[in-house]
């Protein structure tokens, strides 16, 4: 049915030739782009809280070229309460002429309906062609209702691009600037022209492949050239207004729409008496309301629109019990503010963004959490961040920046960085090989975001899953072991570290070769062999993590045995990740330990060469079989 619902195109020899130009630069992709343009004018205008802003209106034309046969693709446009879709339209290429399409793009919300209501939605036309040569083309008149809103333009998008074009007609009431992110190396083509009371910007790159997304990758804010579009001042009858020309603007705006979250506290008394009744020292009260929150309050996530700014009403909150970072934030500064201490809500950038508070741009957050003044210091409660003790906080936001609400003024602080050492999986292991028979005991403790990651994995399977869970844990992955008669620690404490301790057997791993024994205890982190980059690889790896392994492993012989030889020792030290590991033996014992040290988590392409050669080199010093022979 999809075939016999294609439209019927019509090629020229010219189009079939530049597609079959293009579909050997790009040969992944089955659709490319052109050209695409996009055109922005700027106006006087009131958005939806009637104030005197800045109306942007944007008039973009994107012609889609297919370099297969049966191709397809999807095109996407956003809306919301402050940006208006007017015009969007498909057209058909017959012949030299364009047939636009009477059939309007497929409208739907951005997120579930059945859940969660926000006014972000999306229309979409789907695309698909026939032939090689096929052309397509789709028109889109936007307004933004509040030049806030046009924060960021990426020149990548999910095709290849022939020559994409960004055009701004600034007019000279209006003072806007323009951040070049990640231009350099780009090739980016910058004009700038001056005429008749307007300064046309003009931003060309060309040539440019699909954006693809990969693995753990880099996020493209650090990577990807874009523009951030920043209002700064423009006049209105003679008078001179603000967009965001400082970061006291950008407080000024999140405050205004935080204090439209009109919260009820009474509503909330109730639940805060249940929370924390029986608790009777400070430090107690603000665990309960902390943990409560991120035990019972489900998170969902959504972002943009109106309602994506303003936070849900903590009393809204409480009684649906979900709510998307704002919502929570709201609901756990409510209660801690109404158990009498001094919490804030707080506006922060996750790291998957790199722009610091500094700059007045609404791209610069994305994320909400409380700040706690307490004792003397501050404390950063992520209500999204399930099992995190108190104290700790979850990586994606270490490092980053913070706006604290302190009513009509703010405060701005940097959340504190944990290092390797602070998230650790140890392993202690003893083995005993008798005959052929290899077995010992195993215990795993876990600290930090590590023990955080468990409990988040763990806390939330049903029972007979959380045994197997445990199971599959002290297997390390490895298929010759098999792991039994397990227990942990306190799992129902989530500040405590976290230990699994169990019998395991690696008789699977005894290799008997002309009356010699061949046997092997190490362990290699299995998650690190998703790192290992292919030459299709585009850009760095961020693993999200600070992390560091310890290990000490023990194999003994019965009287009658001795070990042949052992392995060299290896040491790597690199910019960023370490590892030491040596055999010793004592006696009728031998003993690996080893660490492992990933002290920063992003691996940029260009370490590639020394970043394979680390995990290789890990890879290559676990597969050494210990040798074995009679006395």
């Known amino acids: 049915m999809f075939f016999f619902c294609l439209p019927c195109f019509s090629q020229t020899d010219a189009d079939i030739s530049t597609a079959e130009t293009y579909a050997k630069k790009f040969k992944e992709d089955g659709v490319m782009c052109q050209s695409s343009y996009r055109y922005f004018t700027f106006d006087k205008g009131k958005n939806a809280f009637n104030d005197k802003v800045v109306v942007i209106e944007e008039n973009a034309e994107y012609e889609f070229l297919s370099l297969k046969k049966f191709a397809s693709l999807m095109y996407p446009e956003y809306y919301n309460k402050f940006v208006h879709l007017k015009t969007f339209k498909k057209a058909i290429k017959y012949g030299n002429k364009f047939i636009t399409s009477e059939r309007g793009g497929i409208d739907r919300s951005v997120t579930d309906d059945g859940i969660f209501f926000d006014d972000s939605r999306v229309q979409f036309y789907p695309l698909r062609f026939s032939q090689k040569g096929n052309i397509a083309r789709v028109t889109v008149k936007k307004v933004y209702q509040d030049g806030k809103y046009l924060t960021s333009l990426f020149f990548h998008s999910a095709y290849p691009i022939k020559e994409q074009f960004f055009e701004f007609k600034v007019p000279d009431w209006l003072t806007v600037d323009f951040k ?368 560091k392994y310890e290990d000490k492993i023990s194999l003994t012989l019965p009287a009658d045995k001795k070990f042949f030889d052992k392995p060299d020792n290896l040491e790597l030290k690199f910019d960023g990740y370490e590892f030491k590991g040596n055999y010793t033996i004592e006696g009728n014992k031998i003993i690996l330990t080893k660490e492992l040290s990933i002290k920063n988590s992003i691996i940029k392409k260009s370490d590639f060469p020394n970043w394979i050669k680390f995990i290789e080199s890990i890879k290559e010093f676990n597969k050494y079989l210990i040798s074995i022979t009679k006395k």
Request: charged share 25%.
């Open 180 to 547: 070049k992110m990640n231009f350099e190396g780009s090739k980016v083509e910058v004009q700038e022209n001056k005429k008749g009371g307007f300064t046309n910007y003009i931003f060309i790159m060309k040539d440019i492949p699909a954006y693809k997304p990969e693995y753990d990758r880099i996020g493209r804010a650090y990577t990807d050239p874009h523009i951030i579009v920043q209002i700064k001042t423009f006049e209105s009858k003679g008078e001179e207004l603000k967009g965001f020309d400082k970061i006291d603007d950008v407080y000024k705006w999140n405050n205004r729409l935080y204090l439209m979250a009109a919260n009820e506290k009474d509503k909330l008394t109730p639940q805060l008496a249940k929370i924390t009744q029986a608790k009777t020292t400070d430090i107690d009260k603000i665990k309960a309301i902390y943990y409560w929150v991120q035990d019972n309050i489900r998170y969902i996530a959504y972002e943009d629109g109106y309602s994506g700014y303003i936070p849900t009403v903590a009393q809204d909150v409480l009684a649906k019990k979900y709510g998307d970072c704002k919502g929570m934030a709201n609901l756990l500064t409510e209660l801690l503010k109404l158990a009498g201490f001094d919490a804030h809500f707080t506006w922060i950038g996750t790291r998957s963004i790199p722009y610091p508070q500094s700059m007045p741009a609404l791209c610069v957050n994305n994320h909400a959490i409380c700040t706690l003044f307490f004792g003397g210091k501050t404390y950063y409660l992520d209500g999204t961040e399930s099992y995190i003790p108190f104290g700790e906080n979850a990586f994606r936001i270490q490092g980053k920046e913070v706006m604290i609400a302190m009513g009509e003024k703010f405060e701005v602080k940097k959340v504190p960085e944990s290092i390797a050492n602070d998230n650790k999986i140890s392993t202690n292991a003893d083995f005993i090989l008798i005959n052929e028979k290899l077995s010992g005991k195993v215990k795993v403790v876990l600290t930090g975001n590590q023990r955080t990651k468990f409990h988040q994995s763990y806390q939330n399977l049903p029972a007979a899953s959380q045994q197997e869970f445990l199971n599959d844990f002290l297997e390390f992955g490895n298929d010759n072991m098999v792991a039994t008669n397990f227990k942990t620690s306190d799992l129902n404490i989530r500040e405590l570290p976290v230990e699994i301790n169990g019998d395991v057997d690696l008789s699977n791993t005894v290799n008997l070769i002309n009356s010699e024994l061949y046997v092997g205890v190490d362990f290699f982190p299995k998650s690190l062999d998703r790192f290992i980059p292919d030459e299709k690889r585009i850009q760095g790896y961020d693993l999200d993590v600070l992390i």
